[in-house]
C-alpha cells in the first residue's frame, strides 16, 4: 500500500476552503480518502460583485488564510496540490494583482478556471462511483457567483453551462430576471431529450439543507421536503435561523437563494427529488490532480 497527500485549495465567491486528500495505492487500485477540511469565510465576491474588485481589507484576509493552508499542506506533508479560482476572482478587474500578491507573500501559485472547467471537474468528481447508469441526472452546483448545469446520461456528461447566477449575486440584487429566463429555457430544451430526469445537487448550502432535512444519507430529498425547509427558512429573521438551525453567519443569509435555484431548477426539468452527495470543486480537484500526475507517471 502506498499514500500520499494531494491538496485542493477552493477559493469560491462565499469562501475559501482547502481540502486534504489521502490518495490510496492498494492491489485492487486507487482510493481517495477524506483527511482535513478547513473553511475560511471571505466572501471575495461581495466586492467582485459590487464592486468590481476585491478590497485590500480582503486580500489582507485572503494571504492570511493562504498562509494557514500553506502551513497546514506542510504539517500533513502534501505532495501535490493546486488552487483554483472561480467567479469572483474571473470577474475581478484586479485578479492579476491579487494572484501576483498571494504568490509573493504566502507562495501558493492560484489558477484562475472558467466556468466550463469547473463544471467538468465538478461533475465529474465522483459520479461514476454514485450514479445508476440506466438514470438521466441533471448535475446542479451553486456557488456564491455561478452556477453551473450538467446533463449526465449513462453515466456520461452529455452538456453543460455555466450561468452568472450565485447566492452571493442574488443577495445583493445583482440578477436579473432574464438570466432566471435564459436558465428556464436551457434546462426545458435539454430536458425535452430524456424521459425522467433526477437532480443531483452540489455546494455547501444544498448539503446542509440535506442535513436540516434528516433524510438518511444516500436517499434523495424530495422537492416537498425541500420547499417546506425553503418556507420555513424564508418565515425567520436572519439572526433567528442562525440560532434555531445553528447556521453559520456566512451560512444563514445565502442559504435561502442556493434553495430557491434548485428549486427552480427542479420545477423547470420536471424532476420531483434531488440527490445530494458529498462532493464539489475540491473533491474534483483531487481526482484531476491523480490523473493529471497518473499520465506523467
Known amino acids: 500500500m502506498k499514500i500520499k497527500k494531494y491538496a485542493a485549495i477552493d477559493i469560491g465567491s462565499n469562501a475559501m476552503r482547502v481540502l486534504i486528500s489521502n490518495v490510496i495505492h492498494t492491489k485492487d487500485g486507487v482510493h481517495f480518502q477524506k483527511n482535513a477540511l478547513v473553511r475560511a469565510p471571505i466572501r471575495l465576491g461581495e466586492d467582485s460583485f459590487t464592486m468590481g474588485e476585491i478590497s485590500k481589507n480582503n486580500l489582507k484576509r485572503m494571504i492570511k488564510a493562504m498562509r494557514a493552508f500553506k502551513l497546514l499542506m506542510k504539517v500533513h506533508e502534501v505532495s501535490h496540490y493546486k488552487a483554483y479560482a472561480t467567479s469572483a476572482l474571473r470577474e475581478a478587474n484586479n485578479s492579476g494583482d491579487i ?7 504566502a507562495g501558493i501559485k492560484i489558477e484562475i478556471i472558467d466556468g466550463r472547467k469547473e463544471a467538468e471537474i465538478i461533475s465529474n468528481s465522483k459520479i461514476s462511483d454514485f450514479i445508476h447508469t440506466q438514470k438521466t441526472f441533471l448535475f446542479v452546483d451553486v456557488g456564491g457567483g455561478s452556477t453551473e448545469f450538467t446533463f449526465i446520461n449513462e453515466g456520461k456528461r452529455v452538456c453543460s453551462k455555466s450561468f452568472k447566477i450565485g447566492t452571493v449575486r442574488l443577495i445583493n440584487n445583482l440578477v436579473d430576471q432574464r438570466v432566471w429566463e435564459v436558465i428556464r429555457i436551457w434546462i426545458v430544451k435539454n430536458t425535452k431529450l430524456y424521459r425522467k430526469i433526477t437532480l443531483m445537487g452540489s455546494g455547501g448550502n444544498i448539503n446542509k439543507l440535506f442535513k436540516l ?6 436517499k434523495p430529498l424530495s422537492m416537498i421536503k425541500l420547499n ?3 418556507l420555513e427558512l424564508e418565515s425567520l ?10 447556521l453559520n453567519p456566512d451560512r444563514a443569509d445565502v442559504i435561502i437563494p442556493a434553495a430557491r435555484i434548485f428549486l427552480k431548477a427542479l420545477q423547470w426539468s420536471g424532476g420531483q427529488k434531488i440527490y445530494v452527495p458529498k462532493f464539489g470543486l475540491s473533491d474534483g480537484m483531487i481526482k484531476y490532480m491523480y490523473k493529471q500526475q497518473h499520465k506523467k507517471n
Open 228 to 230: 417546506q425547509i425553503f
Open 99 to 105: 494572484v501576483q500578491q498571494v504568490k509573493k507573500k
Open 213 to 218: 432535512s434528516n433524510v438518511k444519507e444516500g
Open 237 to 246: 429573521t436572519y439572526e433567528e435561523r442562525i440560532i434555531k438551525f445553528e
